[in-house]
């Protein structure tokens, strides 16, 4: 059986308030008491409960992470960067997955981080008033992924430009019937890529004088399996598009298997770009808008954390994104094609 607290106490013939401040390194003990407490706490082996120095310390040394969905690629790698500076740091991390909007009802009228938590981090959430307001009622640190809102910090790309070079790009090539695929703008959770990066697709159709047609636009809810039904809809079209923006790479994965499956061939009869570079978007040969998902995810943390050290004032950080041309726009720019040039 281990030893306890009391036990320290009873040997060194302290206090365990006294046990307790000596080994935290608290200065109000003498030297004599603390080396008798140290000598007393090896000879038996004691180790103190982290938990209960923490609340000793009115600090939990844990980071509330709060995400619309959990089963998803985005939101893994931003939890994986999140988790790995957490840890370096000394701190846990709490997932809060909402997962509908009954959950995220629930969340921010229940607040469970109350009280367990020393900041909290919301990821690609457009927070309505009153769950800003509820965030801000426990006057803790609050960061935001993916928006910006005031008074908070936040980490972010800019979704409507990185959107508007990817169409842009099929633009350059000639097409003028290009398709949207991506998230439902409707969705009660209020996910923010499907707004932004839909704006940033309609704003450049609309510099180049075209028109914007809703027929073009399908749902895919960002995953392979909407990716395809979206494309067979648009691919039963009177007239089909010759180019597809898809708002992630999962959904463009989804398109190019539905257009070879028809016979067609991408990006001959079809060009299809998406959107993050995911890790397989090269192996597919895929062009995209390249974001430093997990750059995001550590960058906030760690603002969160010096905001815990320095009380830092709430900041507001844009990365930058790269349009990544590959295969499924320009063939000349294929990564197979370029491993065969040498031959």
Known sequence: MSASIEDVAKRAGVSI????????????????????????????????????????????????VVVPFINRWFFAEVLGAVETVLSAAGYDLLLHNLGDSDGRERFFSMLPVRKRVDAVLVVSLALSDYEVEALSSLELPVGV??????????????????????????????????????????????????????????????????????????????TVAGGEAAMLQLLALDER?????????????????????????????IAVVGFDDHATAGLLDLSTVRQ????????????LLASLAHDTEPSDLVLDTELVVRGSTVPAASVYAQVGSGD
């Open 241 to 269: 598009p010759t180019a597809v923006f898809a708002e992630s790479d999962e959904m463009a994965y989804g398109a190019m298997r539905t257009i070879r499956r028809a016979g067609l061939r991408v990006p001959y009869d």
């Open 145 to 222: 992924l993916g928006v910006k809102h005031p008074g908070l910090f936040s980490v972010r790309i800019d979704d409507v430009a990185a959107a508007r070079s990817a169409v842009r790009h099929l633009l350059s090539l000639g097409h003028r019937r290009i398709a949207l695929i991506g998230g439902d703008t409707d969705d009660p959770m209020r996910f923010t890529p499907p707004h932004h990066r839909g704006t940033g697709y309609r704003d450049a159709l609309t510099d180049a004088g075209i028109d914007v047609d809703p027929a073009l636009e399908g749902l895919g809810y960002f």
């Open 292 to 303: 430093p998902v997990a750059e995001q995810g550590a960058l906030l943390a760690r603002g």
């Open 17 to 64: 308030a006294t046990v307790s401040r000596s080994l935290r390194g608290l200065p109000d003990v003498a030297a004599s008491t603390r080396d008798r407490v140290v000598t007393a706490a090896r000879e038996l082996d004691y180790v103190a409960s982290p938990f209960a120095a923490r609340l000793a310390s009115g600090r939990s040394s844990t980071l509330g």
